[in-house]
């Protein structure tokens, strides 16, 4: 368990920038209590400072998990978010988008967002913009990235896909022995 | 009932004409009459009984602001007529007589009704007719029947007058229904006016329901008497036949590779009859203990478990609780999942369940966030609901070492063998994500589904971490509690788990209790020593050297322990005493949690008060103790612990050697005075 370094740092932010923009700050200067980002066995967790120190104590063989992980950097460098992000993305994301029911479960395997399943969006998405997927009852299933601009969407055929997928709650179930 | 439908009914329909009558009543009291048959038939159904009256109460009702008409007349004639069948009593020339009288009062009734009634007349006089046969033929029983119509007669005058006060229209005057049972004889012979009809037809009502009861008396008795018989026969059958097979038939019945299923199970029933009744079932000559023995031989062949396993279970229970607690076992426990609270709020979760075809109830007044599902459309672990956390899959008695824990926000706790994580999230969310939670397992790859849950469930102040608990005050202590879900051999989840019935044997729980004993210490060592904290220890095993025997041996060792009540409404109590080991008064506190009892799994749960130290010097010293004495009989294990323990600590031996000599002095002089019970309990 160690502090970022600089180029981490830069991996990390610019992924949440890309779903959450300027929330960003909102994560690093919280009203309640101090945060930070740590390494540990090339996970980022993000985790008070108060309980960090008493993690300090477990030898780093034997810790597992600290707080909530954010997501892993790949032997290469690069950062990949985790859907266990997905509280803190959820919660500070400025593009959303919303499912219908019936494209729920579909997207819970792992499949992309095509537009008939879509149920409503944030005006303005950009394309290529990370957003947060949202069942109709407001509850976050995941995350992806658009793969046109709401204006565009209109103009698609309703199999068309409209989200990439990047990562789905039926992760708990499919991707358990690799997520942690 | 039917008082207020009466006064929902359609005015009164016109009279039919006369030649219809006959017909027409029979074919209304047809139904009731065989309504009364069935009834004395069949045993006596209570629904069928209800139905009945019912029937008959309402044809009353609806009929009498108009007069009675013969259909209601006739009915309970005709009923009493079936019933007097039923009895097997020969049907009196008068009864006929009195149809044929029936008849002729009808033709003239329906010359004029206004003046005089029908059927009530008939009824009266047939019922005179019928006193008459009763007390013909039931000599003994009138006197106290009388007094039955008396108190009847009181019952129905209270509600006459409700009645009265209900409807204008019947102008009777009270003195006349007042009328005991003298006058109304007197009226029986007196022809039917508008005056008397509602009091007739009271009393025919009356009559009617007296019968019944007198029947429904009569079918109980028999049906009584019935059970009783069948009762004798069976245990006849059961127990003439049966002869305990001796010790050479038994080897012979093993080596031939066991007998029938069926013969297996007869054999138990008649065991376990004789048991529970021995002094009097028993075959002369032969000793309760062959008779145990058989069973519990039967049992481990019925249910597939093994012998060993089977006797310890056996000797928890009485006869009739063992037998229950193996059928139950062989049912599975409710499938239930707790709400979280972090994430949303039982309601909204059921009503979203609900809506996804999950058929699904609250668990019960002790918790407010469990929920029990009785069937399910879908796959209860894969909706969005569970993946997005708004549940957690957990059996029932799971949740209650945390509500015996009862964390409070802000805390630091500790749960020392947490996988899957059940428990962890139900603390993480009753302390809402404030304070920190240590969740260890000491398997590895049982902390990827931890941590899988801790992160799907929402929980933030949660850290994962692998060690062997016994580690634990050596990592990090000072937690203000701490959970013990210890490992154990399972025998509360048999229902969950059936490889426990045949793989466990008395090695495994001689090893599971060891681990235990030193998992409880180091629980109890890894609280704050400062403040006051709470230890919480289950298992899910019923076995009382897995439960009772780990606390008790505790209570021994940390002399600032006691025992604290554990704040659940429910569940037997601890033992005290189990085969000859005392494990002291104070575990009555404890909680035991039975399959075939509560519908849930076989748990155990005891909380622990940990106050300060007296003295800490002495206490610690305690330690080195501890794993001389599980030395004795557990193995290599408290061996090896032993020494881990001394290059640890890292003192002088030569120093050393002579504290260790006086404490092995004053353990052996403890060991004198209550070695005894201490020996006992360690195993």
Redesign the interface.
Known sequence: MRPLTEDESKAVFTKLANYIGKNLVHLIDRPDETYCFRLHRDRVYYV?E??MR??A???R?????????FGKFSKSGKFKLHI?AL?YLAQYAKYKIWIKPNG??PF?YGNHVVKAHLGRITEDTPEHQGVVVF?M?D???GFGVTARSTVDTRKLDPTAIIVFHQAD??E??RD??T?? | MGRRAKNKQPPPEPLKPVKNAPSKSSSESAPQGKARTANAQTSAKPAAKRKAMEMEETSFDVKRPMKKSKQDVKAPVASGKAAKAQKGQPIKDELESSESEDESDVEGDSDGWEGVADGADLATSKKSLFQGSDSEEEEGLSALEEDEEMLGDDFIQGHKIQDLDLSDSEQDDEGSEEGSEESEDEDSDAPVTAKNMEKRSKALERRARQEEQEEVDEQEMLQKQAEEAEDAMELDEEIDGFVLPSAEEREQEAQSGGVDLAVVQKRIRACTRILNRFTKLAEPGRSRSEYVAQLIADIAYNYGYNQFLAERLFQLFTVNEAIEFFEANETPRPVTIRTNTLRCRRRDLAQ?LINRGVNLEPIGKWSKEGLQVFESSVPIG?T??Y????YMLQSASSFLPVLALDPKPNE?VLDMASAPGGKTTYISALMQNTG?VFANDATKAR??????N???L?C????????DGREFPK??GGFDRVLLDAPCSGTGVISKDPSVKINKSERDFVLLSHLQKQLILCAIDSVDPKTAAIVVYSTCSIMPEEDEAVVAYALRKRPHVKLVPTGLEFGKEGFTNFRGKQFGESLKLTRRFYPHVHNMDGFYVAKLHVGKRVKTKEGERNEPELTGIIDDEGGQKGAKKKGSAQDEIKFDDEADQAYIEAAKRKRLKQKGSHGATSKKVAL
């Open positions: 008070p108060r309980a008493l993690a104590s477990v030898a063989p034997n810790l597992v998990s600290l707080g909530t992980c266990t509280d729920e479960m819970l069942s009852n509850t976050p299933l709650v039926g708990y179930l358990e022995e997520l942690f | 979203a894969a969005p609901e993946l997005a956390g708004h630091r920190l902390t990827k589904s931890l941590s899988a801790v992160h799907r929402g933030k102040n949660v850290i994962v971490c692998n060690y990592v990090i």
